[in-house]
């Protein structure tokens, strides 16, 4: 055990479980001891977590409208890639005849925090709970990390995907799952009490907030604050910003565009915005995206990072100074929205890289990008989809549920997870 080299994979999110897992059917265990160091025990399935956070009576029901279990998410088509899965149909054909599942409160709570218990395939691979706190790299062997309780790890290839941190409901804490749990029933019992609540951020997940905000409290007042002049941002078509819009005012949602909220303070019931316009509120909440979680990375010296805290990486996503040291997930810098799905695309390519470089090859997976597909929930029931395929294919309700019904379903992510209850 003790002349094994260790890979290591830092960040038990999107990314980082699925490139340990995979690692955990590709590596030589004869020779290598393959490590996930992680601050928490479980995965946060992102996907699924703002309808947890506004559902307002127990017994909840998953999002998944029929019984998905025999079919393929679409979220495995990665990178263009073919899939077995079957394409959605528009009215979501037969299946959507099938009973929905129920959860009672309590399990289904937990159900999007999923243990990393059973993530290495045949036990082949060590989850260690901690934070990473520092990174040297020694050359051409590897290096060796520390954590923020001290113990050192050696690496012969190290893996890092430490993800965003956020704000507000979609700060989870890092303790025990059942601190998350308190968290997202305070913040249930935050949107139940509010009356005029104020949003700063119009991107996905701004819009998803506020439109299953509304859907469960039509009676509330819902306001969109946003930088630009439309919803989302300039990657997406105008026309398909437009058509959201439409739909966000349609659910009497006010919308404050070309603004924002610099400082999240609320004072005798009310907000001030970037250009001084004074909001109502008793509940003002931060969508204003993920700040990469990259400080620990800057002890590998200066420029490992971009200025706006993204990991240089090059094609095959090693760092550009570090070349046994990869980085996948929200953290990297790349011309693409940052996803779910495309935190797995990465994972995808960097294992089999990760392998290269363990036979002292040049890592050639190289990253082509993928296609930008973005769908909302806007209410159940309701959504919009976007595919950059082609000119641009835009589905509304009945394609959405039924689409992100799937990539967005809790049970498949858990049995990717090895879970399968
Ligand atoms: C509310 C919300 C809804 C979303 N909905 C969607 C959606 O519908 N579709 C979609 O495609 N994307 C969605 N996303 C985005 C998606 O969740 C992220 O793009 C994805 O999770 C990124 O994966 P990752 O592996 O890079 O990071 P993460 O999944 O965030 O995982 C990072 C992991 O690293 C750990 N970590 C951090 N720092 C350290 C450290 N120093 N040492 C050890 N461990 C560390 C963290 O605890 C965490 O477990 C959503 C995000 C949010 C916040």
New binding site residues.
């Given amino acids: 055990m003790a002349d094994r080299e260790n890979v290591i994979v830092?960040?038990?999110?999107?990314?980082?479980?699925?490139i340990a897992r995979q690692l955990s059917t590709m590596l030589n265990h004869t020779k290598h001891n393959l490590i996930l160091?992680?601050?928490?025990d479980?995965?946060?399935?992102?996907?699924?977590?703002?309808r947890t956070?506004v559902e307002r009576d127990p017994p909840i029901r998953s999002i998944l409208p029929p019984d998905f279990t025999n079919v393929t998410p679409l979220?495995s088509a990665r990178n263009g890639e073919s899939t077995n899965a079957t394409s959605p149909t528009i009215d979501g054909g037969e299946d959507n005849k099938a009973p929905r599942p129920v959860y009672g409160d309590e399990e289904y709570l937990g159900r999007g925090l999923i243990p990393l218990n059973h993530l290495f395939d045949g036990g082949h691979g060590k989850l260690i709970v901690?934070?990473?706190?520092s990174i040297v790299d020694e050359g051409a062997h590897g290096g060796h990390i520390t954590?923020?309780d001290g113990t050192e790890l050696t690496w012969s290839v190290l893996v890092l995907?430490?993800?965003?941190?956020?704000e507000g409901?979609?700060a989870l804490p890092?303790g025990p799952k059942e601190d998350c749990i308190d968290h997202i029933r305070k913040w249930r019992n935050k949107f139940k009490r509010a009356r005029n609540i104020v949003i700063g951020g119009a991107g996905?997940?701004g819009i998803?907030?506020a439109t299953e905000i509304k859907d469960r409290y039509p009676e509330k007042d819902v306001t969109l604050v946003h930088g630009q002049d439309l919803p989302m941002n300039d990657f997406y078509p105008q026309k398909w910003r437009k058509l959201l819009h439409d739909r966000i005012r349609k659910l009497q949602i006010k919308t404050i565009y070309n603004d924002g909220i610099d400082e999240l303070k609320v004072e005798y019931n009310a907000v001030t915005t970037r250009n001084g316009e004074t909001l109502l509120t008793d509940l003002l909440v931060p969508a204003r995206g993920?700040k990469m979680?990259t400080d620990?990375i800057k002890t590998l010296g200066e420029n490992v990072l971009w200025s706006n805290g993204c990991v240089r990486i090059n094609p095959v996503f090693q760092m550009i100074y570090n070349k046994r040291i990869y980085a996948?997930?929200?953290?990297i810098e790349w011309e693409e929205q940052?996803?779910?799905?495309?935190?797995l695309t990465?994972?995808d390519m960097i294992a089999r890289n990760v392998i290269d470089t363990i036979k002292r090859e040049d890592a050639t997976h190289i990253y082509r990008g993928s296609k930008e597909t973005?769908?909302?929930t806007l209410g159940e029931g309701k959504g919009a989809t976007y595919f950059s395929h082609l000119w641009g294919l835009q589905f509304g309700d009945s394609f959405t549920t039924s689409y992100?019904a799937r990539?967005?379903d809790v049970d498949y992510a858990r049995r990717q997870l090895g879970v399968e209850d």
């Fill in positions: 830092v960040g038990g999110g999107a990314a980082g479980t699925s160091v992680s601050s928490r479980y995965l946060i399935y992102y996907p699924s977590l703002i956070l979220y901690g934070k990473v706190a954590l923020e995907a430490p993800g965003s941190t956020w409901p979609f890092e996905a997940i998803e907030l993920g979680n620990f996948a997930g929200d953290v940052k996803q779910y799905v495309k935190a990465h994972a973005i769908s909302l992100k990539y967005a």
